[in-house]
């Protein structure tokens, strides 16, 4: 998946959310969805973007929610065998 489409539908989910009154909320809400429904190799390459770029194309109240709530959406890494 190419990143421009997990940006575009990172602000698209913000968008929605971005409407609830009690941002808090709405931040916990955007990090919640992208961990419940995308893949973990869209969350990588999804956080990887942010590390490599800022969160170039990003809205504000994605990387507002990423950043408080990183750990939610960081994908374990498989243990070695």
Known sequence: ?????LVKMANQIG?????MPDRDE???DIASHIKRFW????RR???AHIDQTGGEGLDA?????VARHR??????QPAAA
Request: proline share 3%; hydrophobic share 60%.
């Open 1 to 5: 998946m190419h990143i421009e489409n």
């Open 15 to 19: 968008g929605f959310f971005e409407a």
């Open 26 to 28: 709405a931040l916990a």
């Open 39 to 42: 893949e973990p190799r869209m």
């Open 45 to 47: 390459a999804f956080l």
């Open 61 to 65: 109240i994605v990387l507002d929610a």
């Open 71 to 76: 750990e939610k959406l960081e994908v374990a």
